[in-house]
């Protein structure tokens, strides 16, 4: 497969109008992902081109037969193009590790229903 070559859609997820010269972006730079796609909050940002999301889930408590809500924190890439703001809500791809702490991609930013409207 050629590199020059733009993706324009990656799993239902339209690519972003601005262009980036990030490496590590999969619309633009030299970077697969694979289909295991995450949801959640972006809370932390900064200028290096990292971003952290977090979401809830629901656990199960055997002993008290009712759930308790968990949290999940990832350390994701923020690519230029992307730019996602904290308390958006991101889809994420998974990727080969980017960093030490880094295995997911920022795809795009989810649109609320409520915004679309
Ligand atoms: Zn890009």
């Known amino acids: 497969m050629t590199k020059t070559k733009m993706t324009k859609e990656i799993f239902g997820v339209k690519s972003p109008n601005k262009e980036c010269t990030d490496a590590k972006c999969p619309f633009h730079g030299q970077i697969s992902v694979k289909k295991e796609l995450?949801?959640?909050?972006?809370?932390?940002?900064?200028?290096?081109?990292?971003?952290?999301?977090?979401?809830?889930?629901?656990y199960f408590v055997?002993?008290?037969?009712?759930?308790?809500?968990r949290r999940s924190r990832m350390r994701v890439h923020n690519p230029q193009c992307v730019d996602a703001q904290i308390g958006q809500e991101v889809t994420v791809a998974r990727s080969?590790?980017?960093?030490k702490t880094k295995n997911h991609i920022i795809l795009?930013?989810?649109?609320?229903?409520a915004k679309k409207q």
């Open 62 to 69: 055997p002993k008290y037969e009712r759930y308790e809500v």
């Open 38 to 58: 995450f949801k959640g909050k972006v809370v932390k940002k900064d200028i290096n081109g990292s971003a952290t999301i977090e979401w809830f889930r629901p």
């Open 96 to 99: 080969r590790p980017l960093s």
């Open 108 to 113: 795009g930013i989810v649109e609320s229903e």
